[in-house]
Each structure stands twice: as structure tokens, then as C-alpha cells.
């Protein structure tokens, strides 16, 4: 068998995934809403943006992708590495007095075993790879030829040029509109939500996964170049971006707001974080 050159293979990999391409131009960002005791979001102000066209994968980054990767390459994720993630656990799975739910850095749990050592990805082909850090995110994208979104492009992509608040429009979710709030459990098939998809037509960008975002965590206007460093007894870290809401999303529907922005280390991983890829 012939084998491919690297450009023959990340070819290869970049058809793999269906470009949806976001024109050029400008989009209001963020929100002017407030707090309840009246400071600002960290999505505020609402702001324009100018952004260049570009090319954003239609789905998240599936198991099925995640595991060719894998296979082609040996990587090995920050999860599987440190020997845990993290997982939410309800119900009879908590032996804690007075909690029916904790969050808790489960040993075994990674991207193959998304709700710790006993669950597996059996069936979850076209489901989004969860666990994932954001340096198996950059790995990924390193393999393939891609680049994640700046959070600038991704929220065009979920909100298009109309100010809406969700990618379906302006009226809160409901258990049709995406994967939220624990209304499904876990995540679900990529594209069972088709009012998940916005204008442009770029599936589960409310819901299922947050999504992983190139540019660290600062406070707008936004900037791609601007960082806010944490210094821990590991070192200083750019806190980075993670945009979309997930199934779980602290039983809070509003976290799918296409304006809204969370933070977190670049080593985190979880069962409802994921990521989207673009075009070089």
C-alpha cells in the first residue's frame, strides 16, 4: 500500500469535515445585559466586529474523528495522562450525605470513558468527543490541518448579523431547540437539534458541548491577542475561551446564549467540553 505524504494526509483529514463559509463583514458581539446587582457580563458591551470570511466545520469534532487521530498518531489526551477528568454524578452514583449532585475529578474518566472506567464510547460514533483539553484540541488540529475559532467567529457563525440571542432566534430553549439542561442526560448525536444549527447552518453550536475557542479569556472589546495569565504552583497559564453552552450547563438554559463566554485552563477537561475546527 502506498503511504501518504503529510500534505496527502492532512488533504485527507480536511475532507473529512463539511465547511460552512461565513462571510466577511461586520456583526454585533456580546451583550449590554447586566447583573442582578447591576455590574456588567463578561459579555459586555455589546460591541461591532469585523470579521474576515472564513470556513468553520458544519459538526463538532466527533468521536469517530477524535479516535482516527488516535489511531494514526498514538496521542495520548491530557486526561488519559493525569489519570482522571471531570465528571458530574447524580443521584445513586453520589454516597455523599446531603448532595444529590457533585462534580467530582473522576480516576478513569477520558474521552473513551466519558462517564469514568466503567462507561466506554460503544454507539457514540457521531456523537461530539468530550474530555478533551485544549491542548488535545491544538494536537488535533496540528494532525489535521485545521486551526480552532476565535470566539469572534464562532459567535458570528451561532448568531449571524441580526443581534439574535440564540442561534434559532430570540425565544428561550425549549427541549427542541438543543441539547441543554439535563433534559437529555448526556450528549446526543451530532445534528439531532436542527434549530441548534443558526443561519448559517453550523450544527450543535447551542448545546451538546461547549466548544473550545483559540484566544484567551479577557475582558472586551474583543481582541484576539489578549490574554488574562493565572499563576498557580504549576506556573502562569492563558485562561481560554470555551463558547456554546452544553446537555449539562449548571441546569441554566440561558447558558446556550450565543453571547455567552466561560473561562477555563487550557489543562481542564470535562464531560461536556468539546470543540469545532476550522479551515487554515
Not at 52 to 76: G, H, N
Not at 201 to 227: C, L, Q, T
Not at 265 to 271: G, I, T, V
Request: charged residues 25%; negative net charge; aromatic residues 10%.
Amino acid at each position: 500500500m502506498t503511504e501518504l505524504t503529510s500534505e496527502q494526509a492532512t488533504a485527507a483529514t480536511l475532507e473529512t469535515h463539511e465547511w460552512v463559509t461565513i462571510p466577511a463583514g461586520p456583526f454585533l458581539m456580546g451583550s449590554d445585559e447586566r447583573r442582578a446587582d447591576g455590574k456588567p457580563l463578561a459579555a459586555s458591551p455589546a460591541h461591532t466586529v469585523e470579521v474576515d470570511a472564513f470556513r468553520i466545520a458544519r459538526k463538532p469534532v466527533s468521536v469517530a474523528d477524535f479516535a482516527r487521530f488516535v489511531a494514526e498518531t498514538s496521542y495520548v489526551t491530557t486526561a488519559e495522562r493525569s489519570g482522571s477528568s471531570w465528571v458530574w454524578l447524580g443521584g445513586e452514583d453520589i454516597t455523599t450525605p446531603d448532595q444529590d449532585h457533585l462534580w467530582f475529578d473522576l480516576k478513569g474518566a477520558s474521552w473513551r470513558h466519558p462517564h469514568g472506567p466503567e462507561s466506554d464510547i460503544a454507539d457514540k460514533d457521531d456523537h461530539p468527543v468530550t474530555h478533551v483539553s485544549h491542548h488535545d484540541c491544538l494536537a488535533y488540529c496540528e494532525w489535521s490541518g485545521t486551526r480552532l475559532p476565535n470566539e469572534a467567529e464562532w459567535e458570528k457563525a451561532a448568531r449571524g448579523t441580526d443581534g439574535r440571542l440564540y442561534p434559532w432566534g430570540d425565544e428561550p430553549p425549549t427541549t427542541s431547540s438543543c441539547n441543554h439542561t439535563m433534559h437529555v442526560g448526556d450528549t446526543s448525536p451530532i445534528g439531532k437539534f436542527p434549530d441548534a444549527a443558526g443561519p448559517h447552518g453550523v450544527e450543535d453550536i447551542a448545546g451538546n458541548v461547549w466548544e473550545w475557542m483559540s484566544n484567551g479569556w479577557h475582558r472586551y472589546p474583543f481582541d484576539e491577542n489578549k490574554n488574562q495569565r493565572i499563576t498557580t504552583k504549576l506556573g502562569e497559564f492563558d485562561l481560554k475561551v470555551v463558547r456554546g453552552g452544553s446537555f449539562y450547563n449548571n441546569c441554566d438554559p440561558r447558558g446556550v446564549l450565543s453571547w455567552v463566554r466561560v473561562y477555563s485552563h487550557p489543562d481542564y477537561s470535562s464531560y461536556d467540553i468539546g470543540f469545532r475546527v476550522c479551515a487554515p
